[in-house]
């Protein structure tokens, strides 16, 4: 009886880690599409560019965020959920560099369509991996943990990517806090 007890309660603890790993993934991805608005005036000044193609990172990030999850269902249903959501956020971090170093509007653009890309197998992991490891009410109550999170996120990271810019005065740092998290997760 107290061996079927402790089974119980590690894969509990089990399924509520990856739980918790799921929504760790789903907030960098949320924190990557809003982290640095508050930093788009300093980026038209910094790239000596217009308000429009600073934006066009946005646009560029959720295009490919959006088009890379039809990519990503089907290989992580081949290759596992694992292995694509790790190599996706060795993508999200290579991308994260780039924009970190990028000394052109057009290379930020294209590091912002990477890093979308990247973290695009957060959102249709988002919605696997709670079937993969929950029926029933436990599905339906994982699920509404995971819109939580997908709904408040992205109004704290303005907030954050606001404080960044003014006290550290530099939007690289909301790309440098967005590495950091990544790799934290990874």
């Not at 079937?131 to 709904?151: C, F, H, M, Q, T």
């Not at 303005?158 to 440098?176: C, K, N, S, T």
Request: proline share 4%; aromatic share 16%.
């Amino acid at each position: 009886m107290n061996c079927a007890l402790a089974t119980r309660k590690k894969n509990f603890m089990k399924k509520t880690n990856i739980l918790i790993l799921v929504f760790l993934m789903i907030t960098v991805g949320q924190f990557a599409s809003a982290i640095y608005l508050p930093s788009m005036p300093f980026m038209v000044r910094y790239f000596n560019t217009t308000k429009s193609y600073v934006q066009w990172t946005v646009t560029a990030y959720y295009l490919s965020y959006g088009l890379s999850q039809f990519i990503y269902g089907p290989l992580s249903d081949w290759f596992g959920r694992r292995k694509i959501a790790i190599y996706s956020l060795y993508l999200f971090i290579l991308a994260t560099i780039l924009a970190i170093f990028s000394q052109s509007i057009g290379l930020l653009i294209f590091a912002c369509f990477l890093q979308g890309m990247g973290i695009g197998s957060c959102g249709m992991l988002s919605r696997t991996t709670p079937r993969d490891l929950y029926s029933g009410p436990a599905l339906l109550k994982a699920n509404a943990w995971i819109n939580i999170v997908v709904v408040l996120t992205p109004l704290f990271a303005p907030v954050l990517g606001g404080y960044i810019q003014e006290h550290l005065g530099r939007w690289q740092y909301d790309f440098l806090f967005l590495l950091a998290y990544g790799l934290l997760i990874l």
